[in-house]
């Protein structure tokens, strides 16, 4: 039977508070829905790890860049090996990578590699390299300050006060000390404006794409720090390894040609893998 008109105002009094929140929440669920479907999807990542015998590197790197925080941003994490005769390959695609396998040499696999990437950001990595925690939040931060490109401060895994000196340098925006241990970010659309890496360079190849992306585009150096292995000093010597890379360095810029370069790298360094 109907309720009195006393308890019909008080189920009315009672159910109006609620009708009140379904419609809160339907008008401003919908305006919510509209201004997510408005905004800006953000930047891929795609990392390029060029490769050739890192068995027992790249394991470890490959499940500390699946752990990175962001990794909502992480498209893709390709290996570029040069033909590895260990078990590099086999381990990158167990761990869930894409391998391309290309002909040797840094500039070729990366270019091979970049023709696979499908991210909108792409971030090139050396195997023995860590990039900071923040990484992908900062790269992706910077492309949406309209920074097509860039690399990090480096850092090296050893306590020699000769490389803690050497790594403090690379926070200079200085040419001369920007190579491919600080690892490199880029925007495909910048990549591929400058065509990518030049194949003729066997070495240097990291210093002579920077110095063409700069002619074009916006680069900065971010204020974190990639963690590389010391193995080639502690192989070579601290010193005499960074003495090695200045008198190339200064050949390279005296356009001394690269097949003489890269003989006087082979010659002069032990384990190099070019």
């Known amino acids: 039977m109907p309720g009195s008109p006393g308890q019909n105002r008080i189920q009315l009094k009672e159910t109006f508070p609620f009708l009140k929140q379904v419609a809160f929440f339907v008008l401003t669920g919908n305006k919510q829905n509209e201004e997510d479907l408005n905004q800006p999807m953000p930047p891929t990542i795609s990392i390029i790890i060029p490769t050739y015998n890192e068995e027992q590197e790249l394991p470890k790197l490959l499940t500390y860049l699946q752990q ?106 200085i040419n001369a000390i920007r190579f491919g241990d600080q690892s490199l970010f880029v925007t495909r659309h910048a990549f591929e404006a400058v065509q990518g890496f030049d194949e003729a360079h066997i070495i240097l190849e990291d210093q002579e794409i920077i110095t063409r992306l700069r002619k074009q585009f916006s680069f900065t150096i971010i204020p974190y720090a990639v963690t590389t292995s010391d193995r080639k000093y502690r192989e070579n010597g601290y010193v005499k390894l960074q003495a090695i890379f200045f008198v190339i360095y200064i050949l390279y810029k005296l356009n001394i040609p690269q097949p003489k370069l890269v003989s006087l790298y082979r010659k002069w360094i032990r384990k190099g893998k070019v």
């Not at 990175?68 to 695609?93: M, N, R, W, Y």
């Not at 500039?107 to 792409?122: E, F, L, W």
């Open 68 to 173: 990175l925080p962001g990794g909502q941003s992480l498209k893709e994490i390709i290996v570029a090996d040069g033909g590895s005769t260990d078990a590099t390959i086999a381990l990158a695609e167990q761990v869930g990578a894409t391998v391309v396998v290309g002909g040797k040499g840094r500039a070729k696999q990366m270019n091979a590699a970049a023709k696979h990437a499908t991210g909108d950001i792409i971030y090139f990595l050396h195997a023995d390299s860590y990039p900071p925690a923040n990484a992908l939040a900062e790269i992706t931060k910077a492309v949406k300050n309209k920074i097509a490109c860039g690399c990090f401060r480096l850092r090296f895994n050893t306590t020699s006060y000769f490389l803690k000196m050497n790594a403090w340098l690379t926070r200079f925006d």
